[in-house]
């Protein structure tokens, strides 16, 4: 079993005189120690919701998540969220997760679990060396660090609890391409120095493929795909992670031109009949339109949600797919 284990785990939003909108229909997911996750769609795919959810900061319908083999969300329908220090997240504005009347160190202590006997300052100044800030960096205010600084003080903030599993959600997507790619590896050596396992929520499959192990591909609330990195960037097995990966600039197989998704995420109040990903699927076919894929093993450590991927594969590279079996 993962360090972090969410089995089925469904998120409604209530409506009123309306059926509530499934955000997230059912999602499986994994993080061991020491291993970066990446979780990856286009916004509205209901990432973001998952991630919240994973944390306590929103109920589950339906579903567990585990940490560490303990259940922390056995949660059913207006069960009260509870949180739990093991487990921190790190959001995409850190300014508004900081108070901004309060030094830095105090905002660290507040994170440091009671039974820390150390020093409140020198417990602060050493969260602050570790996300490469000065120790002295704790007696000023939010305000007068820069975006980047402040996303280090967030990160600082989430470690002062002793995590085991931190959730990032576009948690560098603020970020200049530079500091980005810094707060990037620092997530990165703090998670493999620690043996923190930890859940990198991305819509920027750049940046997702330069840290993560594995990846799991999230549409209209369902994972359609999951594999090793480096798997998933060679042969996409579903079509939604081919036209994801050929929609950025030279990330392509081949680095070929980026072709650009068509459409937009559907609607998660009214999914479509059959695979939620058929209205834009270049693959589609008559059973697509009927019959939703559920997500199976293709081969080891590789799970899609796709007809044109068999349980227990061999896995079918979507180049070779017979055009006889692509319709319009
Ligand atoms: Fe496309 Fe059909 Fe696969 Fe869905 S099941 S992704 S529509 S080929």
Known sequence: MALLEVREV??????????????VAGVDLGVDRGQIVGLVGESGCGKSTLARAIVGLLPCASGSVTLDGRAVRPLGRGARPVADRSLQMIFQDPYASLNPRRRVWRQLADGVPRDDRRDARDRSAELLTAVGLSPDAGDRYPHEFSGGQRQRIAIARALAAEPSVIVADEAVSALDASTQAQVANLLVDLARGRGLGLLFISHDLSVVRHMAD?????????????APTGALWSQPLHPYSEALIQAVPGLGPGAQPPTGLPGEVGDPARPPAGCRFHPRCPYSHERCLVEDPAAVTIVPRRRAACWLQPAGGPPRPLDEVAPAEVSS
Do not use: D, K
Not at 10 to 23: D, G, K, Q
Not at 214 to 226: A, Q, T
């Open 214 to 226: 594995s990846v799991s591909v999230m549409y209209l609330g369902r994972i359609v795909e999951s």
């Open 10 to 23: 469904t998120v409604e939003y209530r409506r009123p005189r309306r059926p509530p909108v499934r955000a």
